[in-house]
């Protein structure tokens, strides 16, 4: 009874959702099974900045399909949450075309994810220097400057290893993408946070998301890329606009 319930659940979730769990969660389980390919997922498959030596193309795709295996409510939200608006999405929307949302939704997170490190690495290299030598910003930056104007080689590759350092992980940008598509085609249906038994809109609590998002990522006080939600949010919400001009917000042929 058990086994013909579970199939049962399993067959009504459509093709590209069910796929894209079942791919996240088996390598999820073999990074938990499996510490040390853990580490060489993550460097091989994980986004990192452009410049890093550790950077290749196929990452600002595969970098979806990684979570890190000590946070397995990472990988649960972002699953449970594929599952719950994904499923319902691609029932609409056909999965061919839920299928290009989802990815473009993912690589627009990575492209901002790119984009924030290209402005901010130097600065977030000095600040980390200069709190290990308990000395100011500014007097580490001018040190820094220094070093890199005489072609110091040892600052060359404390750089580089820095830069290697800088990854993103994670399902989050593309599934930020799917809420807010959710919230675009059902704007009004109520939806409750965890803990708090008040249903909010749709629409209201995804505006609450991209505002948390954007003032936690300017604060810049955790190891979360709040930007690549935004950005996965900021690319969905240009498909959908465009889609809800077209007519098709809600269903039929965007080719």
Same mark, same amino acid.
């Given at each position: 009874?058990?086994?013909?319930?579970?199939?049962?659940?399993?067959?009504?979730?459509?093709?590209?959702?069910?796929?894209?769990?079942?791919?996240?969660?088996?390598?999820?389980?073999?990074?938990?099974?499996?510490?040390?390919?853990?580490?060489?997922?993550?460097? !091989?498959?994980?986004?990192?900045?452009?410049?890093?030596?550790?950077?290749?193309?196929?990452?600002?795709?595969?970098?979806?399909?990684?979570?890190?295996?000590?946070?397995?409510?990472?990988?649960?939200?972002?699953?449970?949450?594929?599952?719950?608006?994904?499923?319902?999405?691609?029932?609409?929307?056909?999965?061919?075309?839920?299928?290009?949302?989802?990815?473009?939704?993912?690589?627009?997170?990575?492209? !901002?994810?790119?984009?924030?490190?290209?402005?901010?690495?130097?600065?977030?290299?000095?600040?980390?220097?200069?709190?290990?030598?308990?000395?100011?910003?500014?007097?580490?930056?001018?040190? !820094?400057?220094?070093?890199?104007?005489?072609?110091?080689?040892?600052?060359?590759?404390?750089?580089?290893?820095?830069?290697?350092?800088?990854?993103?992980?994670?399902?989050?940008?593309?599934?930020?993408?799917?809420?807010?598509?959710?919230?675009?085609?059902?704007?009004?249906?109520?939806?409750?946070?965890?803990?708090?038994?008040?249903?909010?809109?749709?629409?209201?609590?995804?505006?609450?998301?991209?505002?948390?998002?954007?003032?936690?990522?300017?604060?810049?006080?955790?190891?979360?890329?709040?930007?690549?939600?935004?950005?996965?949010?900021?690319?969905?919400?240009?498909?959908?606009?465009?889609?809800?001009?077209?007519?098709?917000?809600?269903?039929?042929?965007?080719?």
């Amino acid at each position: 009874m058990f086994h013909n319930r579970l199939s049962g659940f399993a067959a009504s979730i459509p093709p590209v959702t069910k796929n894209l769990i079942i791919i996240n969660l088996i390598i999820w389980v073999v990074e938990a099974v499996f510490p040390r390919f853990s580490t060489t997922i993550v460097n !091989v498959l994980g986004l990192h900045f452009i410049s890093a030596s550790h950077f290749n193309p196929a990452q600002i795709v595969t970098y979806l399909f990684i979570h890190d295996p000590g946070t397995p409510f990472h990988v649960f939200f972002n699953m449970f949450t594929l599952w719950m608006f994904g499923s319902l999405l691609e029932r609409i929307w056909g999965s061919r075309r839920f299928f290009v949302f989802y990815f473009v939704c993912g690589i627009g997170a990575a492209l !901002v994810q790119e984009g924030v490190w290209a402005l901010t690495w130097m600065n977030d290299y000095i600040d980390a220097i200069a709190r290990q030598n308990g000395i100011t910003f500014a007097h580490m930056k001018e040190v !820094v400057e220094q070093a890199l104007a005489a072609d110091d080689p040892g600052f060359t590759s404390a750089i580089a290893s820095f830069k290697n350092m800088m990854v993103t992980i994670g399902a989050s940008g593309a599934v930020f993408g799917i809420i807010l598509g959710f919230a675009f085609v059902f704007p009004d249906r109520p939806l409750y946070l965890f803990f708090i038994p008040v249903p909010i809109k749709a629409k209201y609590m995804m505006i609450g998301y991209g505002v948390i998002e954007f003032f936690l990522g300017v604060a810049g006080k955790d190891m979360v890329a709040h930007f690549a939600h935004l950005g996965g949010m900021l690319f969905a919400l240009v498909i959908l606009l465009y889609w809800k001009k077209k007519g098709i917000l809600r269903g039929g042929n965007f080719y």
